[in-house]
């Protein structure tokens, strides 16, 4: 009994650790993805942000923390979401065939915890994103606009941005942008 406690107790810890690193190697991610689309990542104002355009149209945006995923963003025209974003998403390996299903009831404008990843599902004027990130996460996360704008926010929806990209505070250091005069006026206060 002492050895089965033992050897749960390990299992337990080691996911842990894994939680704690983040999600998937980046590494890892790209190959998952390439059996899918041709398409080339390319950085994208930072050393840890990268995009891909799998099909016109769909963008998956990534934040890397310590060479792994830390926050994926897939964006794509309002609407229902291409076969591309459900392929991203699935490719991160954290959230199962039924999770996938309860994203894809989401409202627009809404957020979640599935799998031990906090999903947001916001909507804009011309584009919608699923964005997601580890759980325990979610809280650090700041949010880019990708469609005009350089400032950096707390909120998804502030300011009007469209489509916001979630993003580590060490990556937004990385961009060098100023911060939001309305919901970053006294520095980070939570996303």
């Known amino acids: 009994m002492r050895r089965l406690f033992a050897v749960l107790l390990a299992a337990l810890m080691l996911c842990g650790s894994a939680l704690a ?3 998937i190697p980046f590494d890892d991610y790209v190959k998952a993805l390439s059996d899918f689309t041709d398409e080339v990542w390319s950085q994208d104002g930072a050393e840890l942000l990268w995009v891909l355009e799998p099909e016109e149209g769909v963008t998956i945006g990534v934040c890397l923390e310590d060479g792994r995923v ?29 999770a996938l299903e309860q994203i894809a009831e989401m409202a627009e404008d ?52 469209d489509a916001a990209r979630m ?14 005069e309305k919901c970053r006026a006294s520095g980070k206060s939570g996303a």
């Open 110 to 161: 809404s957020e979640t915890e599935l799998d031990g990843s906090r999903v947001l599902r916001l909507h804009g004027g011309q584009r919608d994103a699923f964005c997601v990130c580890a759980a325990e996460d979610a809280g650090n996360m700041l949010w880019q606009p990708i469609h005009g704008g350089s400032k950096l926010h707390d909120k998804p929806a502030c300011s009007g941005m």
């Open 70 to 98: 830390a926050a994926l963003t897939a964006e794509f025209p309002c609407g229902d979401a291409p076969d591309a974003v459900w392929m991203a998403l699935d490719a991160l390996g954290v959230l199962d065939g039924e």
């Open 21 to 23: 690193e983040g999600m």
């Open 167 to 180: 993003i580590t505070e060490e990556a937004a250091e990385a961009l060098g942008w100023e911060d939001c």
